[in-house]
C-alpha cells in the first residue's frame, strides 16, 4: 500500500512538472501576450509605454529564462503575481477563489451523487415503469443541456422570473456576509451545475444495478429467502457502485469545465471564473497556477479513486 | 416520524419561497448598486488609476483629475483646479487648485499633490501608461494653490490628457516608493482620494463598496454608499437589473429595446465615441490605388445596416471625426452605389491586384451583432467582386497580430476595427499618422498617406485655437478625399437605470469618461 502510494505520488510530481512545462509552451504559442491583452484596441497607447509594461511584466526576457524564473520561485512557493488589473498574489487568488469553486462543486456532485444514486437504484429496481420511462427520458435531456444553457435558463427562471435566487454572487453586496446568505446564492448554481452529472450518475447506476441483479449471488440470495430491499440494499449495491465511484472520479475532473460556465453566469468567484478572465487577458502567472492546482486536484482524486476501489472490493489489491 | 400533511407541504413550500427573497437582502436603500465597470468603458479590478485604459466613471467615485470634461463632452472644465491659463503657444499651463478640497483622511490637498502625482506619472516605474505622453513636461509648484507646467514643445490637446490623470495623495503615496507600487495593496486596503465616495471594501471578483465622504468640496453626497458589482458580460447585468439587484448597468443594444416602455427603467442613449472603420492594411500592397479604397465606401450600404442590423443604434459616418466643429459639411458622402464601385474596380484594376481570392477581414468584435453586420458587408463586397472572409479573433490575439514586431500583411490585408474619436481630434492622429505606424502608434492599418500627414502635422503643431480648429477640418477633407480608411458608422451606447434614481448623470464615453458626473447629487425619490 505505501510502496503504491509513494510510486503514485512520484508520478504525480513528475506529471505536475511536465505539465507545467506543456501549460508554459502552450500559452507562448498562442497568439497575443499579458500587454496586448491590456492595450484597449480603441485608446492609444505609445510604444515607450508599451514597451515599459513588458519589461515591467518580465516579458522581454529569453523564453527559457522566463520559465526557469517561473519555476523557480513557484518551487519556493512564489507563483508570482497576477499580471491583470489588480497585480495581486497569483497564490492568495488561488486560495481566495479555490474555496468557493470547492463550495460549488462539492454540493452540486454532492446533491448529484446522492440523487443519482438514490433514482438509479429506483430505476433498476422498478425497470419499464412509467417512472423508470420518465426518469430516462428526463436524463435524456439533462445529459443534451450544454451547462451554459442550462445556466442561463436557471438564472431567467428562478432570478429574473421568479425571483427566488439572486442572479449572481456568492453573496449579497454591502452587508454582513452570512452562511444562509451564502447558501441562499449558492442554491441555484449547485442545482444546476448538478443536473448533467445527476443524469449521468443515475444512468450509470441503473445500468450497473440491473447487471448486478441478474448475477448468480443474488439469484441465490432470493432463493434462500432473503427479503427483496436487502438483496437490493446489501446484497447488490455494493458491487453495482464499483462503476458509479469510478464515474464520480470522472466527474470531478470533468466538472472542472461545467464549473467554468456556471461560475461565468453566475459570477461566482471560484477557479473557473478566475482562468477564463486570465486567458482573456493572458495572465501567464495565473494561469499556470491555476492549471497546476486544478491538475494536482485531479491527480488527488484519481489517486482517491483507486484507494476507494479496494476499500469497496476487498478482491482488488494495490501494488 | 412526523407525518407528511398537506398543509405541511404548503407551509414548506411557502417557506421556501419566502427564504430567498428575504435572502436576497440588499444594502440600505440609499446605497445604490450598480455595474459602473460592465461594457466596453469598465475595467474591472483595476483601482490605480496610473495603469487605467478605462473604468473612469467607477475610478471617478474615489479620484478626480484637475480638469474634466462637462458630461456632453463638448468641452473641458475645472475639478481640483478651479481653470487654467495657457500661454498662446501651447508650451505653458497654469492651473489655480480648487479651494477646500481634501483628501479623505482628513490631509489638505495642495500643489505638492499635484506636483507628487505628475512625476510619479511620468515614471514608468510605478506602472503609469502615461509615462511617455508626460515626458519632458516640467511641474512647479510657486505656491500651495497654483501649478504651472512647462512644455517642451507646443501641445493643446494637454487639458485632455489631464483629464484622464487623477490626482494622488503625496503623504499616502510617496512613503511606499515607487518600484512594485502598482501592486502595493494600497490600492485595493486603504487607498485615498478627494472625490465624493471614500472606499470600503472590495471582494475579489464580486464587488467594490464605497461610503460617501462626508467633506467632500461639492458637499456631502446624498446617498449613504454605492457599490460596484462586477459581472462577466452585460447579459448576467441585465439579468440582474431586472432581477431588482442592480440600479444601473451599461447594456448592449438589443438588450436596451428589452427596457423600452417599461416605466420602472430610463434608458439612456448616447454616441459610443468610437468610429468603425474598415481598415486597409497599406502594407498589403493591394490599397494603393484610391479608387479601389472608394469602391468600399461605395460598395457597402451603410444607410441599410444601420437601419436594419443596428435598428437605429448607430449613425453613418462621412468623415475622419466625429465631433461635429471638426466635420465640415462639405465632405462627399459616398452613398450606397454597387455600379459605381464596379466601375472605379474595374479602373483601379482590381481583377490584377487581387480578383476573386479571399482575403482575410480581421477583428476583436465578438457579438452577435457585429458578425451580422460583417457578414452583410461580406454580401456586398461580393456583389462588386471583392471576397472577404471575416475572422473574429479575442483582442490578444488581434493585439498579437496587428502588433507584432515583424508582421505580415497577408494575415491582415483588412481589419474591421474602432477607434476612440474625440472629443479632441487629436486623439486621431495616433492611429492614421504615418508616424504612429506600430510600434510607435496604434496606426495597425500602416496608413502611409503623404497628404494626410502634412495635414496632422500642422494641426498637431498649431498652438492657436481658431487656425487648428480650421487645421482639423482640413484633415478631415482630406482624409474624405483619400479615404486612407473607409469610416463606417459610430455606434450609440446604452445605460439602463432605475426610474428611482434622480440626478443621475452618466453617458458612454469612452473609457467611462470622466466627465462631471457628480456622483454627490445622485439620490434616489
Redo the contacts between chains.
Keep these: 500500500m505505501l510502496r503504491f502510494l509513494a510510486q503514485r505520488l512520484a508520478a504525480a510530481v513528475l506529471m505536475m512538472a511536465a505539465l507545467s512545462v506543456l501549460t508554459f509552451g502552450l500559452l507562448r504559442l498562442?497568439?497575443?501576450?499579458?500587454v496586448?491583452?491590456?492595450?484597449?484596441?480603441?485608446?492609444?497607447?505609445?510604444?515607450?509605454?508599451?514597451?515599459?509594461?513588458r519589461t515591467?511584466l518580465g516579458l522581454d526576457r529569453p523564453l527559457p529564462v522566463q520559465y526557469l524564473a517561473w519555476a523557480g520561485a513557484a518551487l519556493k512557493g512564489d507563483l508570482g503575481?497576477s499580471t491583470?488589473?489588480?497585480?495581486?498574489p497569483v497564490a492568495r487568488?488561488l486560495t481566495?477563489?479555490a474555496l468557493p469553486t470547492l463550495m460549488l462543486m462539492g454540493t452540486g456532485l454532492a446533491l448529484a451523487t446522492v440523487l443519482g444514486i438514490i433514482v438509479g437504484i429506483a430505476g433498476a429496481v422498478w425497470r419499464d415503469s412509467p417512472f423508470d420511462i420518465a426518469v430516462g427520458v428526463l436524463s435524456s435531456l439533462g445529459i443534451s443541456s450544454p451547462a451554459f444553457l442550462t445556466a442561463?435558463l436557471g438564472?431567467?427562471v428562478f432570478?429574473?422570473h421568479l425571483?427566488?435566487?439572486?442572479?449572481?454572487?456568492?453573496?449579497?453586496?454591502?452587508?454582513p456576509v452570512t452562511v444562509?446568505?451564502v447558501?441562499?446564492?449558492l442554491?441555484l448554481p449547485a442545482s444546476l451545475f448538478a443536473i448533467a452529472q445527476t443524469t449521468l450518475t443515475l444512468r450509470y447506476m441503473r445500468a450497473s444495478l440491473l447487471e448486478v441483479l441478474n448475477a448468480d449471488y443474488v439469484r441465490t440470495a432470493r432463493a434462500k429467502g432473503v427479503a427483496e430491499f436487502a438483496v437490493v440494499m446489501k446484497h447488490a449495491l455494493r458491487n453495482a457502485l464499483l462503476p458509479v465511484v469510478t464515474l464520480v472520479g470522472a466527474n470531478i475532473s470533468a466538472a472542472v469545465g461545467g464549473a467554468i460556465f456556471i461560475e461565468?453566469?453566475?459570477?461566482w468567484?471560484g477557479m473557473g471564473?478566475?482562468l477564463?478572465?486570465a486567458v482573456?487577458?493572458?495572465d501567464y502567472p495565473t494561469i499556470m497556477g491555476a492549471t497546476l492546482m486544478i491538475g494536482a486536484a485531479v491527480l488527488l482524486v484519481n489517486l482517491a479513486t483507486d484507494l476507494l476501489y479496494a476499500a469497496i472490493d476487498p478482491r482488488i489489491r494495490l501494488q | 416520524m412526523m407525518p407528511i400533511t398537506r398543509r405541511g407541504l404548503a407551509l414548506g413550500a411557502a417557506a421556501l419561497?419566502a427564504?430567498?427573497?428575504l435572502?436576497?437582502?440588499?444594502?440600505?436603500r440609499n446605497?445604490m448598486?450598480g455595474g459602473f465597470d460592465v461594457g466596453?468603458g469598465g475595467?474591472?479590478?483595476?483601482?490605480?488609476p496610473l495603469?487605467a485604459?478605462?473604468g473612469y466613471t467607477a475610478l471617478n467615485f474615489m479620484y478626480e483629475p484637475l480638469v474634466i470634461y462637462t458630461p456632453a463632452l463638448d468641452r473641458i472644465e475645472g475639478a481640483l483646479a478651479n481653470g487654467w491659463e495657457a500661454t498662446a503657444e501651447k508650451t505653458k499651463y497654469t492651473f489655480t487648485l480648487a479651494d477646500n478640497v481634501h483628501w479623505q483622511d482628513g490631509q489638505k490637498f495642495t500643489s505638492a499633490d499635484v506636483a507628487f502625482t505628475l512625476a510619479l506619472a511620468q515614471d514608468?516605474?510605478s506602472?503609469s501608461?502615461?509615462?511617455?505622453?508626460l515626458?519632458g513636461i516640467a511641474v512647479t509648484a510657486p505656491d500651495a494653490k497654483t501649478v504651472v507646467l512647462t512644455l517642451t514643445k507646443p501641445n493643446a490637446s494637454l487639458p485632455d490628457l489631464l483629464s484622464k490623470l487623477m490626482m494622488l495623495p503625496r503623504h499616502q503615496l510617496e512613503p511606499l516608493g515607487r518600484d512594485g507600487l502598482?501592486?502595493n495593496p494600497w490600492?485595493?486596503k486603504s487607498p485615498v482620494g478627494t472625490g465624493p465616495f471614500q472606499f470600503t471594501h472590495y471582494?475579489?471578483?464580486?464587488?467594490v463598496?464605497y461610503k460617501a465622504f462626508p467633506g467632500y468640496r461639492l458637499g456631502k453626497p446624498k446617498l449613504d454608499?454605492l457599490?460596484n458589482?462586477?459581472?462577466?458580460d452585460s447579459?448576467?447585468a441585465v439579468?440582474?437589473l431586472?432581477?431588482?439587484?442592480i440600479e444601473f448597468s451599461y447594456v448592449e443594444p438589443d438588450e436596451a429595446r428589452g427596457f423600452t416602455g417599461n416605466k420602472d427603467f430610463r434608458i439612456i442613449e448616447g454616441p459610443s465615441w468610437?468610429l468603425n472603420y474598415i481598415g486597409f492594411n497599406w502594407d498589403a500592397g493591394l490599397w494603393t490605388d484610391e479608387r479601389v479604397r472608394r469602391a468600399f465606401l461605395y460598395a457597402i450600404n451603410r444607410t441599410e445596416i444601420v437601419k436594419t442590423l443596428f435598428r437605429g443604434a448607430a449613425d453613418v459616418a462621412d468623415s475622419l471625426f466625429i465631433a461635429p466643429n471638426v466635420t465640415p459639411k462639405t465632405l462627399e458622402k459616398y452613398p450606397y452605389d454597387p455600379a459605381r464601385a464596379r466601375a472605379l474596380l474595374a479602373a483601379a484594376g482590381w481583377e490584377k491586384i487581387n480578383g476573386r481570392k479571399p482575403l482575410p477581414w480581421l477583428t476583436?468584435y465578438n457579438t452577435p451583432l457585429i458578425a451580422n453586420v460583417m457578414a452583410a458587408m461580406q454580401a456586398m463586397l461580393a456583389q462588386v467582386g471583392v471576397a472577404v472572409v471575416p475572422r473574429a479573433?479575442?483582442?490578444?490575439?488581434?493585439?498579437?497580430?496587428v502588433?507584432a514586431k515583424k508582421p505580415d500583411p497577408s494575415a491582415y490585408p483588412l481589419i474591421f476595427?474602432?477607434?476612440?474619436n474625440g472629443p479632441d481630434p487629436a486623439?486621431a492622429n495616433?492611429?492614421t499618422a504615418e508616424n504612429q505606424i506600430?510600434?510607435?502608434?496604434?496606426n495597425?492599418a500602416r496608413i502611409h498617406d503623404p497628404a494626410l500627414n502634412a495635414a496632422l502635422a500642422a494641426a498637431m503643431a498649431e498652438g492657436d485655437d481658431a487656425r487648428r480648429l480650421a487645421d482639423w477640418r482640413k484633415v478631415a477633407e482630406v482624409a474624405n478625399h483619400d479615404v486612407p480608411l473607409a469610416p463606417m458608422w459610430v455606434a450609440k451606447r446604452y445605460g439602463v437605470v432605475t426610474a428611482n434614481v434622480k440626478n443621475f448623470v452618466w453617458q458612454p464615453a469612452?473609457?467611462g469618461g470622466p466627465f462631471a458626473q457628480h456622483a454627490e447629487l445622485w439620490a434616489f425619490g
Design positions: 498562442t497568439p497575443g501576450d499579458p496586448d491583452a491590456y492595450i484597449d484596441p480603441m485608446v492609444p497607447m505609445t510604444e515607450a509605454d508599451i514597451a515599459a509594461l515591467r503575481y491583470q488589473k489588480e497585480r495581486a487568488l481566495q477563489h442561463l438564472v431567467f432570478s429574473v425571483r427566488l435566487a439572486p442572479s449572481g454572487g456568492m453573496a449579497s453586496p454591502g452587508v444562509a446568505n447558501l441562499r446564492h442554491w461565468t453566469v453566475f459570477n468567484p471564473l478566475l477564463v478572465n482573456e487577458a493572458r | 419561497a427564504a430567498p427573497r435572502a436576497a437582502a440588499q444594502p440600505s446605497v448598486v466596453p475595467y474591472q479590478g483595476n483601482f490605480n495603469a485604459t478605462a514608468a516605474k506602472g501608461i502615461f509615462a511617455s505622453r515626458a502598482d501592486h490600492w485595493t471582494e475579489t471578483d464580486q464587488y463598496s454608499g457599490i458589482r462586477y459581472f462577466k447579459a448576467s439579468a440582474a431586472k432581477a431588482g439587484e468610437v476583436y479573433v479575442d483582442v490578444a490575439t488581434y493585439n498579437g497580430i502588433y476595427a474602432g477607434a476612440q486623439i495616433i492611429w506600430p510600434p510607435n502608434g496604434t495597425v469612452p473609457s
